[in-house]
């Protein structure tokens, strides 16, 4: 009788986009104001172009929402105690206002800026964010992962005093600007290699106040383009003693679509075939494993455009000796998924009670292309 335990070892063959030259952010300039209205009206930094990305970031004494025009996106929004600090981005277009007002229900002592760079990827112009808080001392900004190289990361802290910063070490201050009862300061640094930005202290001169501090991290213009990366290997086991048996695990991958021009907002869609399921002479059948779901969730904090799968499950792998024709397993509509995206592939194996025991060996290969 063949009983016992059927164990599987998946090698992961990932089809990969070429990388893109690294380019430099720069930062075009910057304008600051206090408030103690419910409007806090910004001028556009001198010399702002378009494409060029703008950062706006507010901080108002309170806890009323803060409100930005019609265009700019919001990136973090952070209370502690009696302060509250937005963050937006905004792609400058052909047609811009010399100014931007940012409004609160009800009047409040705010302040804060908007900073221009260019050479940022307008698509999806956010790699990464995040926010931190305290009750009193220094601010932190805290640590984020990028996903590309040549990331400018921004490092914004804010007090609920009148006071000044410190900027943290290794970053170059934008403004230090207060009004009667906040502080808002900018700094930023650029980040050569993807990866864990470092978390950055910025000191204020009154260390009473409470704080927030935001990290946002803006994409390279260089990076455009669709890729993705995954763990390799997958395992699972299944026990015939007990039936037929369905096994299940998973294939993590991370997409990133941060295409622009012509090539922006063309969607795209994951592949997959594989060998079949083999120990020695024996195989499972051709049809044995199918990806049983994917949810594209958008990752690391970043900004991304909401993703759209068209795909209806379970889909069937493929699998022959020599891997036949890749299948769509995953299908994100044009117009969404841009961004960086965590899509982890979900996929079960039907295996028999009459198979024969031993570790299964097969090659799944990935691929991600252009288009649903």
């Not at 999806?124 to 640590?143: N, R, Y």
């Amino acid at each position: 009788m063949r009983r016992g335990r059927v164990a599987l070892g998946a090698a992961l063959a990932l089809a990969l986009a070429p990388g893109s030259a690294c380019a430099a952010i720069t930062v075009v300039g910057s304008n600051t104001v206090s408030t103690a209205t419910n409007t806090l009206t910004i001028t556009k930094p001198t010399n702002t172009l378009s494409g060029n990305v703008m950062v706006a970031v507010v901080s108002g004494a309170g806890t009323t929402a803060i409100s930005a025009p019609a265009g700019w996106t919001l990136v973090q929004d952070t209370t502690s105690g009696a302060l509250r600090q937005v963050a937006y981005v905004h792609v400058a277009g052909g047609s811009e206002p010399s100014t931007y007002a940012f409004t609160s229900a009800t009047s409040r002592n705010a302040s804060g800026g908007i900073t221009s760079y260019s050479g940022v990827n307008t698509t999806v112009p956010v790699d990464a964010s995040g926010e931190a808080l305290g009750a009193s001392g220094k601010a932190v900004s805290p640590s984020v992962t990028t996903t590309t190289a040549s990331d400018q990361v921004i490092t914004a802290v804010a007090t609920a005093t009148a006071t000044s910063w410190t900027a943290a070490t290794g970053t170059v201050e934008r403004y230090d600007k207060a009004s009667t009862s906040t502080t808002q300061e900018v700094a930023d640094a650029s980040q050569l290699t993807a990866g864990a930005t470092p978390a950055r202290t910025v000191t204020p001169v009154i260390l009473t106040g409470a704080w927030t501090a935001q990290t946002i991290a803006l994409r390279d213009a260089a990076s455009a383009g669709l890729s993705f990366t995954s763990a390799v290997g997958a395992s699972f086991s299944a026990d015939i003693d007990g039936g037929d048996q369905t096994a299940a695990y998973s294939v993590p991958l991370t997409v990133l679509d941060t295409r622009t021009g012509a090539s922006a907002g063309l969607g795209w869609s994951v592949t997959l075939t594989s060998t079949t399921l083999t120990t020695g002479t024996a195989s499972l059948p051709a049809s044995a494993t199918t990806v049983t779901a994917a949810t594209a969730t958008c990752a690391n904090g970043g900004v991304c455009v909401a993703a759209v799968n068209g795909t209806a499950y379970p889909v069937t792998v493929p699998a022959a000796v020599i891997a036949p024709s890749a299948v769509k397993v995953a299908s994100l509509a044009a117009g969404s998924a841009e961004g960086a995206f965590s899509l982890p592939l979900s996929l079960s194996v039907s295996v028999p009670q009459n198979s024969f025991t031993g570790t299964y060996a097969s090659t799944l290969t990935v691929a991600v292309v252009t288009g649903p």
